[in-house]
């Protein structure tokens, strides 16, 4: 029975013994494979970069210079806005080396700029312009203030008195100071191309309830290449409308 009973173990124990090395070698088995897995690393979505957005262009900066001040090169003087000081005299002020029927007087900047225009228009054209009115003081714009206040300045309120205001016609004199310089080269030329030099034209036809003149084709006034360029490329027809300001088609006294 002791033999029988001690075989009978032997044989058992082995197959016990076979069955947990056989559990022993699955879990190991499974383990490793999960070790496998979890070692394996799990790639990372690379984030898109947000695009840096492109800076907005500056717009035009309308507070650059003074419309009140006489003078800054972009000083509004109308009907509704005189000089602060009436007998204002601009400084510095010269002679522009042009033709001209009585004087050529203005502020150094506008008279530089008037030379410039003044060639450029004789290299362009073959023609020659000439200056028929500039710089006028208070008592000389007096002398002319005919009453008509839809075609003369009363003194204190006349852009000539700023020194930035030029009358420019034909050298031949032709329809001098008259609306049909518009129809001439020389008014044609300057419509087109007074901006690339500083200048604007002040009473443009179809705007009297705005700036209170009659179209005035001659009448040009020197404000500088940056605010010059400004109103062409913005079609703005005159500084009234550029800045914002009331129409001044009347004198304040006139309701």
């Not at 499974?30 to 262009?57: D, E, H, I, R």
């Not at 030099?197 to 009659?214: A, K, M, N, Q, W």
Request: proline share 8%; charged share 15%.
């Amino acid at each position: 029975m002791f033999r029988r009973a001690s075989t009978w173990w032997t044989v058992s124990g082995l197959v016990a013994l076979f069955a947990v090395a056989a559990l022993v070698a699955t879990l190991a088995f499974s383990a490793g494979s999960l070790m496998a897995a979890s070692s394996t690393p799990t790639p990372t979505k690379t984030p898109t970069p947000t695009p840096t957005p492109t800076p907005t262009p500056e717009g035009f900066n309308k507070q650059a210079l003074s419309i009140d001040d006489p003078n800054s090169l972009w000083v509004i003087v109308n009907k509704h806005r005189p000089l602060a000081d009436p007998n204002y005299v601009p400084s510095p002020i010269s002679d522009a080396p042009v033709p001209y029927a009585f004087a050529s007087t203005l502020r150094t900047e506008a008279a530089d700029a008037l030379t410039t225009m003044f060639a450029a228009y004789t290299s362009e054209t073959g023609g020659e312009m000439m200056l028929q009115s500039v710089y006028r003081s208070y008592d000389t714009q007096a002398e002319l203030y005919r009453g008509d206040d839809t075609l003369t300045a009363r003194p204190g309120h006349s852009e000539h008195q700023t020194g930035l205001a030029a009358d420019i016609g034909d050298i031949s004199g032709q329809c001098a100071v008259q609306t049909c310089f518009a129809e001439m080269q020389a008014g044609q030329w300057l419509a087109a191309n007074a901006w690339r030099f500083g200048f604007v034209l002040r009473y443009p036809d179809g705007f009297i309830e705005i700036t209170g003149y009659e179209f005035e084709p001659w009448h040009y006034r020197f404000v500088g290449v940056e605010l010059a360029t400004e109103m062409h490329n913005t079609g703005t027809p005159t500084l009234e409308q550029f800045f914002g300001l009331d129409p001044a088609p009347r004198y304040l006294d006139q309701g």
